[in-house]
């Protein structure tokens, strides 16, 4: 049962801001076995589809099922949410075009996900051919970090996904202390399969994580040489925005 909200209770909305390929659907499995918390899957999808007519899998699903108006989404996502102490948002770095407002994120707590570029490169050829730097969000999410630590004063919370799949409990533990809310042991492990709170395009790309119970470290991580040669370039370009981000890793 999902506990509600009391009036000795504060609500807080988490909006996790990562790119593509970068555990970030296994981070909202975690965050939504816990009792406290609903999530919100990648809302700003369809508003970013329409408004750059990039052509996705699913995309005429996606628009059919998300509103297309980013304001619509920015007004939904400041707004008081689904009524648990905890509003899980996961955002994509990438559907945050340069015209869609941003102002919306100050009723947030904002935290960032961050992955290698090379490894990023190698899982996103997986589900699609072509490949840009805007795609993998490197860039807006640099802006992004900008953005919230000049409001703050200091740098929010960062972590990487390799720090998770190396010592689930000991990485989320001190995310949620960052985050300000208690750490759940319910967030180490799920149950398989697909959820309701799944966006409509999950057949498409999250074929990994509905048969996943927990995080799992992969045998080896995908190196700068295991990219193909037209990818190299790009991965080069994206670096020096992963090691500023890198540099601001929670240290757990």
Known sequence: MVTRITPDRV???IAMWSGPRNISTAMM???????DVEVTDEPFYAAFLAATGDIHPMREEVIATQPTDWRDVAKAMAGPGPGTPIWYQKQMCHHMLPDFGLDWM?????AFLIR?????????????TLVTLSDIGVVRQNEIFDRVADRLGKAPPVIEGAQVLAD??????????????????KMLSWPAGRR???GVWAPAWYDAVERSTGFTRPDRFATFDDLPDTLKPLAEAARPYYERMAQYRLRT
């Open 29 to 35: 499995r975690a965050f939504e076995n816990r009792e």
């Open 106 to 110: 100050d009723a947030c707590t904002n």
């Open 11 to 13: 609500a807080i909305k």
């Open 168 to 185: 689930p409990r000991k990485a989320l533990s001190g995310l949620c202390q960052a985050l300000g809310i208690p750490f759940s042991a």
């Open 116 to 128: 290698p570029p090379e490894q990023v490169l190698a899982s996103y050829l997986a589900k699609r």
């Open 196 to 198: 309701a709170s799944d």
